[in-house]
């Protein structure tokens, strides 16, 4: 029904940037907050940012004032520009998004996507 998927990870070298997609589609209403997330092996997935329909923002003190979340509502779209990249910033990214879907009952549903690969080279 509903599908979120990422794109722009890759491999970079310490210091660079990339940026994040995460388009949703389907059956969708509306959408709340969104929200990236990311997982390091042998680490548990930790939330990294948050962007409200409105355009409010939260980071954690890992990445803030490296990394900036934004959103295109007309396109259901969020992204994720990542600068200053360190190795510990190496993970798998993932995108949520707290939405209502269009079934004629807007049932509220959390969607995840895939995950997107960051490696960040020394």
């Known amino acids: 029904q509903v599908q979120l998927v990422e794109s722009g990870g890759g491999l970079v070298q310490a210091g660079g940037s990339l940026r994040l997609s995460c388009a949703a589609s389907g059956s969708i209403f509306s959408i709340n907050v969104m929200a990236w997330s990311r997982q390091a092996p042998g680490q548990q997935r930790e939330q990294i940012a948050t962007?409200?329909?409105?355009?409010?923002?939260n980071y954690a003190d890992s990445v803030k004032d490296r990394f900036t979340i934004s959103r295109d509502n007309a396109k259901n779209t969020m992204y994720l520009q990542m600068n200053s990249l360190k190795p510990e910033d190496t993970a798998v990214y993932y995108c949520n998004a707290d939405l209502w879907l269009a079934d004629g009952r807007q049932t509220f549903y959390r969607a995840w996507g895939q995950g997107t690969q960051v490696t960040v080279s020394s």
């Open positions: 962007i409200s329909s409105g355009g409010s923002t």
